[in-house]
């Protein structure tokens, strides 16, 4: 089992970290941007918030999942997205504001949909009668702690530094959280070993298949409702990238229940599998697109 310091100090100090890097990386530019187009907001907010937990249920009603393995894929769905997203929707040259600004809004409304949409999750999976609960109001506090304040903390931050401190600063913060967060998944993941699925398990085909749906979803969805290709691109990844740190730390640190804990594991190592597939399709397109418009 992984030491209590790990899960409970650590792994929520880092995610304090990334979440703050995520507000560096926010500017008024960006709200402004992203509050001319309040359709593409609350087109990518409802498919994060209300359509991503339905097809989680849709994954476990289908799967032959255990109760934890279950609770754990549902957890995913309840998180929202985090610096990877946004580094993600930079690489497929998506909308980065409004990656950022689905971000932010995922964070605000997270610490207070969370506790209260896992806990009635963990009764319709009957592991509340088990004695397993959430409250609401200590993981409230605990999630505004690292997910919310951190991003208000990061762009104040950015207001009272200068720009040539900022450029500068910028970069290695984003390196150092990311490596930080980095190391703490594989050591939870060496921890955890033998505990962990096997990569040919049915945990490792829900949580790519909640991957790749999502991923799907946010694209189709976005697509049809005539959305900038950037903005597709964005929303495509909010809602197919989610933040695993939190999930690993509300299974982990709040619900002291690592079996729930191994699925979002799992998770935020093999999200990455389909997302970099589709990031260099996106690449590969735009390039062919850019040697046929310079040979028409």
Known sequence: MA????????????LAGVMMTMGLNLTKIDIVQTCRHPRRLVIGTSLQILALPLLAWGLVALLPLSPPAAAGLLLV?????????NMFSYLVQGDLALSVSLTAIAAV?????LPLVMGWHLEFLTLSSAGLSLPYWPTVGKLLLVTLAPVLAGMLLRQLLGTSILIWILPKIKVLTGMAMIGVVITLWLSHAQRLPSLLSIETLAVLLLCVL???LGHQAARRL???????????????????GVAMMVAFALLQQPNIGLVPLLYGLLMNVPVFIWMFTCQWRDSQRTVARRYS
């Open 226 to 244: 005539r959305l900038p290709d950037a903005s597709v691109r964005a929303i495509t990844v909010e809602v197919g990238v989610q933040n695993a």
């Open 77 to 85: 769905s309840l998180v929202p997205g985090g610096a990877t997203s």
């Open 3 to 14: 030491p209590d310091w790990l899960s409970q100090v650590l792994l929520p100090w880092v």
């Open 214 to 216: 999502s991923m799907t």
């Open 109 to 113: 409304l997270a610490p207070f949909t």
